[in-house]
């Protein structure tokens, strides 16, 4: 049998008695399996998903319970606003995994019909959201730190009204980036295609190749149908996620790295000085710590910015399973593993400064009891 449609090349591949022919070239999204292909990664989905929603909730229920304790109102503007971008993650990561569930085995089927659905366009919108602005509020927070250390005693400095501007601009801008991104693509599909997971990673090209089926019969007299190439062509499809995956986050995270070079380039020559040492460690400690937060999301972007480089380039043809192990263990692990890095680890230091202050009051306020009781 020979067909356009994939499927029924699944539906007939068990059956020896049939030859299954393509005529047409498979695309990169046709394959015979589920959503997620083995239990590993559907038991990973929820996992990080959960974790996603339940941590960052934790960590804005803290920052707004505590909000008056906190010194720094800016960094808790913009810590607020990045566990806002990981709960939307984990909100995508719920609806991916809860459609593996609902499709089960028979995936391949309705794989189509899934991408052009409207749940799968409001998980891509959640997910291309939440990603972005999570790059954005990062920026945000290394142009603070940069600022706070670099220049200490310089008049620029962002203040806590310019912080929620800044913030909101920045979530502004990224909603309309992803609305309009839903409304157009709409319209013109190819500009911006739907997986299966419903982001438009750019991590494969679409081919454009001819052929015909050349039917022979092998060594025991079997017929064989193969269908050969007799012209290759690629184009890059996606035009605007190689945009804005590519070029626009590898552009963020360049100056990123820059700014923190920089930033640690001034801490190692300001240690050694007096004046002002207590406060400078207080910055520099404050610094590390945002740049472990950026360093994780760094680890996470990076990788995907590679491998579309290279599949763009024609350098490597990657497997269409890699979605799913992408959006699963690389997409989403810096929004599971961000509160612990910027806020539980912090509640758990400001807890201990307070009992050390409340043990040194003890201590000071120790003699002057002894003396009144005397």
């Known amino acids: 049998m020979s067909t356009s449609d994939n ?18 070239p498979t695309g990169p ?21 959960l974790l996603a929603l339940g941590g960052n909730g934790v960590v804005l229920f803290v920052r707004l319970r505590d909000r008056k304790e906190h010194t720094s109102k800016v960094q808790n503007t913009m810590i607020g606003s990045l566990a806002m971008a990981d709960i939307l993650m984990g909100l995508y990561m719920i609806i991916i995994t809860s459609a593996d569930v609902y499709y089960g085995g028979e995936f391949y089927l309705s794989a189509p019909q899934w991408r052009d659905s409207h749940m799968c366009r409001f998980a891509g919108f959640l997910g291309f959201l939440s990603s972005e ?14 600022i706070s250390i670099v220049f200490p005693f310089g008049k620029l400095k962002i203040q806590h009204k310019g912080s929620l501007i800044l913030v909101g601009l920045a979530w502004s801008f990224t909603i309309v980036l992803s609305l309009g991104l839903v409304i157009v693509t709409s319209y013109i599909p190819d500009i911006y295609g739907l997986s299966d997971v419903c ?25 064989q149908v193969i269908y050969e190439n007799t012209n290759k062509s690629f184009r890059p499809p996606w035009l605007f996620s190689i945009i804005i995956f590519i070029g626009l986050n590898l552009v963020s995270f360049a100056f990123i790295l820059v700014c923190y070079i920089l930033i640690f380039i001034k801490a190692s020559r300001s240690s050694a000085k007096v004046r002002n040492s207590q406060s400078n460690k207080q910055e520099t400690k404050l610094a ?24 763009q ?11 799913a192990w992408t959006v ?12 612990f890095l910027y806020t539980f680890i912090m509640y758990i230091d400001d807890r201990k400064k307070k009992k050390k202050r409340k043990s040194k009051d003890n201590q000071a306020n120790l003699p002057e009891v002894q003396t009144n009781a005397v």
């Not at 499927?7 to 047409?24: E, G, H, Q």
């Not at 999204?29 to 998903?49: D, K």
């Not at 590390?288 to 599949?311: E, H, K, N, Q, Y």
């Not at 024609?314 to 497997?319: E, M, R, Y």
């Open 328 to 339: 699963i263990l690389i997409v989403p692990i810096n929004s599971s593993i961000n509160p």
């Open 288 to 311: 590390f710590r945002m740049a472990l937060l950026v360093a994780t999301d760094f680890a996470c972007w990076m990788p995907i910015i590679i491998m579309g480089i290279l599949s």
């Open 29 to 49: 999204l046709e394959t015979c399996s589920r959503l997620f292909p083995n239990l590993a990664l559907r038991i990973a989905g929820w996992f990080m998903g």
């Open 7 to 24: 499927r029924l090349c699944c539906l007939l591949k068990d059956n020896v008695n049939v030859t299954c022919a393509r005529t047409s």
């Open 313 to 323: 380039t024609g350098a490597v043809t990657l497997d269409p399973s890699l979605y």
């Open 133 to 146: 602005a999570s790059v954005f509020t990062l920026t945000l927070i290394t142009v603070d730190r940069f």
């Open 199 to 223: 982001l438009g990673l750019p991590l494969h090209v679409d081919p454009q190749d001819t052929g015909m089926l050349v039917i022979s019969r092998d060594l025991s007299n079997e017929l």
